[in-house]
Each structure stands twice: as C-alpha cells, then as structure tokens.
C-alpha cells in the first residue's frame, strides 16, 4: 500500500474522530494522521474478534477507522480526566 493510501484516509478518519469526540487536545496534522492509523488497527482487531477469528491485528475500513480512533480518543479523554486533582 503507498503512503499516500495510509496518510489520506488517516487524516480523514482521525479529523472525524476528533470531531465526534472532541478531548481538548492538541494534534495537529500529523498526530491527526497517526490517530486515524491506529484508530484502522484498533477498528480492524475488534471487528476480528467480534467476528470470532481471534486476535488477528489488522487495518480496518474506513467506518471501523474512525470508531476505533474514537474509542481511541474516549480512553485519552478519560485518563485526562483521571489525572486532573
């Protein structure tokens, strides 16, 4: 797959995510890329084990990249919210 197959759809999956569910956080481009990559890898692997194939790390579609970059952003948002006094 080429770079730019991974970097467009990240960004796009990472930008809804992050649109859905906002934490107060700043990204920025490239950490919006990053969350949509392993929001993929997140979204992939539970679909892998709801389907019952095991624990079997792969890349989702583009719906189960922005839920996995949302859950993604609900546990960040919820270990901030844990460490603030």
Not at 10 to 34: E, M, N, S, W
Not at 54 to 67: C, K, P, Q
Not at 68 to 81: F, I, P, S
Request: with cysteine; charged share 10%; net charge positive.
């Amino acid at each position: 797959m080429s770079w730019l197959g991974l970097i467009i759809p990240g960004l796009l999956a990472g930008a809804l995510a992050r649109l859905f569910v906002p934490t107060g956080r700043r990204f920025g481009c490239l950490g919006t890329i990053a969350l949509g990559i392993v929001g993929s890898l997140i979204g992939g692997t539970l679909a892998s084990l709801l389907a019952g194939d095991g624990l079997d790390v792969s890349t989702a579609g583009f719906i189960g990249s922005v839920v996995g970059a949302m859950l993604l952003l609900l546990v960040l948002r919820r270990n901030d919210n844990r460490a603030a006094p």
